[in-house]
């Protein structure tokens, strides 16, 4: 399991926070995913075999939020 963390612009609430970690989660091979708004950090602890971290920049860029 590898651990990353990704900087992601424009979330500003709870639904903003719920719609990252969704997109994440539902991604095969995410197991845990932290969201700190006041940072705009996202910590993912994911299986690099199964999902890579373009996976994971799409999945939240499809959401309305930008990946630094």
């Known amino acids: ?11 500003s609430c709870g639904h903003c926070q719920a719609s990252v970690e969704g ?6 091979g995410v197991s845990a995913v932290e969201v700190d708004l006041n940072s705009g950090k ?9 999902v890579s971290l373009e996976n994971m920049k799409e999945a939240v860029e499809d959401q309305g939020y930008d990946v630094a």
């Open 1 to 11: 399991m590898q651990k990353q963390t990704l900087n992601v612009t424009g979330m």
């Open 23 to 28: 997109a994440l989660k539902g991604l095969d």
């Open 42 to 50: 996202v910590e993912v602890t994911y299986d690099e075999s199964k």
